[in-house]
């Protein structure tokens, strides 16, 4: 239980916390002090230039400015288990997003099939709520797709497209049973303050089926990481939705809609779709294979030190580490392979934060021969899912997962 005290101090913590300067947004970015500096992701037309002036963000990988796509250095990664808000990568769909929200001002709309649609201000939702806190990993449905070959179109992102957070809020399933949603329900949906430069573009809205959206775990976030969302994350609440692809999770959000049928709006029956295929794989070109909606996470691992190219001593030690996550569920298991996938040895894995968030690992190996080698990891989840050793295709280069590869030179 929270006391009256902590209740007002959470309140003026979140109003006072609207106005994030915004001039990045309206589409003029200055690089970083001359000679810029840039990025290399290591696939054509890979190469980023590293911007500081965005608000509330420090240094990220431009990949457009309007609407913002900004992507977090891998640095990031290195040791951080929670990804700092100040470098969660950025992604929007529409060009016009609100430059500042006055939290006094703003609502949240709960409508459609519901026994009373009501409007919650931030207070309502902060203070008339219990409160509830998750750990999570958001990923981009096409975090990695630079990656993809053949190449797709689509942002072109490396692997710095997720990162991950601890979300406090309040379930969904609570907000919900207050507008008192009527039987016959099937889907409830979302969708944020951003709109397209014209009116005709379709508004950005996905949705969820009831039942996952009352399972207690969905939730609206108001602060992140212990801090209210940077506006470019989705200032002043956000959907939370643990193990499920970032899509869903709607920034700004000012409505949800109960509907007693399927949503069938752009975002959710055009886009954002996989084959329903065995490990989200066709080939391109192939014809007839069923589509359906992009859903739960796959398992990942990243090693994170040493980098790409790094020389190492043959025989010395070295200290291998990196960040993995299961998905839908948690990290069983992350393994290491020093001998191009042959043999695969257990890594220790770091503390245990909830099967939605990143966990570190780590291991000591050494190389007993000189050459061009390489370092591979794998993770295994709780449900037995593991990395695939090929990569995956699809057209919309979506839910890429497979073993990543560094390479190194030993000498
Ligand atoms: N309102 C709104 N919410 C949105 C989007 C958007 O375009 N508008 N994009 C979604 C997609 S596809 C992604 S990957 C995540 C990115 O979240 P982030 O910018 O906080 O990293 O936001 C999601 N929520
Ligand atoms: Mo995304």
Redesign the pocket.
Known sequence: MRSATAHNSRRAFLMNAGAAGAAALTGVTRALADPAQYVDLGFANGRRRLVTDFPQKGTMLLLRTR?PL?ETPFDAFDRNVFTPNSN???????AN?PTSIDPSEFRLMVHGHVRKAISLSLNDLVNGFPSIQIAAV??????SRGYFAPRVAGGEWGNG?M?NAIWRGVRLSDVLARAAVMPGALQVR?????AGALPQTPL?M?SLALDHASDGEVMIAYEMNGQP??L???FPI??VVPGW?????????SDIEVLDHADDNFWMSKA?LIPNTSGTNMTPGQKDVAMVPINRMVPRSFITNPRDGTTVQRGAPLQVRGIAFGGDTGIARVLLSIDDGRTWEETRLGANHGKYSFRLWEMTTRFAARGSRALMCRAVNSSGLAQPTIPNWNPGGFMRNVVESVPVRVV
Request: glycine share 10%.
């Open positions: 609407p900004l969660f990568y950025v992604r929007w769909h529409l997003i958001n990923q981009c449905s096409g975090n497209a990162g979302f969708r944020g303050l951003d950005f996905k969302l940077p470019l994350n989705g956000r959907l692809y970032a899509t869903y999770w709607i920034k700004m959000l954002y």
